[in-house]
Structures are given as C-alpha cells and as structure tokens.
C-alpha cells in the first residue's frame, strides 16, 4: 500500500509508527466503516508527528499521531460542550509536597491513547486516514463510536522525573520542582539565550502603562510571551508580579511594553536553575504569607497587595 506521505517524514518515523497510530486510533475508537451520510460533516484527518523528549532534552521515542481536522465543525451542530479535563498545577504541586513530607518515592504510569477513551455522544464520522484507504470502499468513511472497553493499557514509566514540563528530582527526605529545560527552551525559542542577565525580574517602581501613543507590537508575539511565562511560575514564583504587571496589557501592547518583558527573560537567563524544594520535615501546615506597598501605583496611587 502506497502511502501519501513526504518521503522526509516517513523516514523520519517509520511506517511501523504510522501502523500503530492507525490500529491504535481506530481500534479504541471501535470505528466501523459506513458509506457516507447525508448531511453529516465528515472530519478529515492528517498525521501528526512529534519527537518525545525527556528532561534532557533527549528524544524518548518517535510518535506518529493520527488527528481530526476539527475546525471544520460547527459548534451546535456537529458538537455542543467540549471540554479536556486536567489537573491543576497547584494540586501537582501539593501531591509532591505531600509525597515529601510523608517520604514518599511517586512513581509515574502511563495510559495508552488516553485521549481515545472518552465517551462520544454524538454521531462522528472521520475519513479514511491518508495512506490507509480501502481499495475495495474509497468512498466510505469511518463511524466512530464510544469507547466499549472496560479495561485500558497502562505502562510503567518508571520513578517519576518529567511531568506536563516539570522537572521532579526526588532525592532522600526532599523533592526539589524546577523547569530549567522549559526555560532553556523558551529563550532559545525568542533569541534571548546570549542577552545579558539582571538581578531582578523588574525595576523597582515600573511605570507600565496603557500607552496610545507609542508605535503599537504584534499582540499574537507579545501574549505568547508572556504566555510561557505565566505556565513557568509553576515552580518559579519570584516571576509571578513581574509576569502578571505585563498581562495587564495583552489587549493593546506597543513598543513601551517590551522591555519589560524581555528584563524577565533576562533574570531567567541568570537563574535558570532556580525552583522549588519541598522538604520532608518541614511544617505541612498551610501557612499564608502577604504584604502590601503604600500607594505604590503611579497612575491611581493605589496600593499592591499580594500573597504567598
């Protein structure tokens, strides 16, 4: 079978990778092929392929992945609430907390095609993938529906060291949380590995503002930014009043914006290993610390309050 696919890419993955995407997609997915319906959208379907990565940056294991074209849905039509339930970062962090208080060793598991195990409550219909076309019904489509499995893989991934980008290094009484790949990352991704590095994430009495007049940036590069920088005060709160005075102005940033952004690049650059410890005989009680400045805004005058 002859597959559509640039020559580079299945090189790259192999058609051994392309195989199990099929059999893994459509298999867990309990897919039966129909002829098309009338006046049903039919969702297209494309490859995916992705290099996974550890902490070091090393790659793990070649992934090809088979996906829907799902913006050719109509919201109320083909579909009504959509949503990917996940945890939230501060209850990662509280589990490892917990863990190293009570010398715990966390370990990490792995479901296979997790995301192919939700339940479907409407009528789905994808086309054939590209490269795995029947000769015998071109014409026909798939029918997806929901998962009837009870059962599911799971693998064994070992003690735990990277998760959704956290790097967790689990030593005797301690677990010590940092993300100095993802910064690496992310001053590589913006040029700024070479700048010069400052001893503090922002200047002391930042006149920030909204600025009309000033020659206006590209919002898309500038949300970005501050984006990634948001998901790195995970593990790197010495950023987060920095990070969040620059969202403020996400709406309509201009050229007087910039340098602040890129002074917290800066302090990342000097501090990349910086994180966070979580001790086993620490207090596990929640202690919450707070302050407050006078009147240290200088457009309102009004007072910043924060807490830890």
Known sequence: MALGLPKAQLASCGLRLIFYGVTDTLYVSNRRLVPKP????????KWIFKNKKDESSLVM????????VGYSQQEGIDYDETFAPVARIEAIRLFL??????DFTVFQMDVKTAFL????????Y???????????YSDHVYALDKALEKRFDMSMMGEMKFFLGLQVNQYSNE??????????????RFGM???DTVPTPIVEQAKLKLDLVRKPIDHTDYRRMTGLLMYLTSSRPDIMFATCMCTRYQAKPNEHHVPA????????????????????DSDFNLTTYSDADHAGCHLDIKSASGSV
């Open 193 to 195: 590995k070479n700048y």
């Open 117 to 124: 195990n939700g339940i479907l409550k409407e009528e789905v």
């Open 38 to 45: 009338d006046g049903k959208t039919v969702i297209k379907t």
């Open 97 to 102: 907390a917990y863990a190293a208080h009570k």
């Open 126 to 136: 994808v086309s054939q993938p590209p490269g795995f076309v029947s000769k015998q």
């Open 175 to 188: 677990i010590f949380i940092n993300q100095s790949k993802y910064i690496l990352d992310i001053l590589k």
């Open 261 to 280: 952004v890129k002074r917290i690049f800066q302090y990342l650059n000097g501090t990349i290993n910086l994180g966070l410890w979580c001790l086993k």
């Open 61 to 68: 294991q070649n992934k090809a992945r088979l996906v829907a």
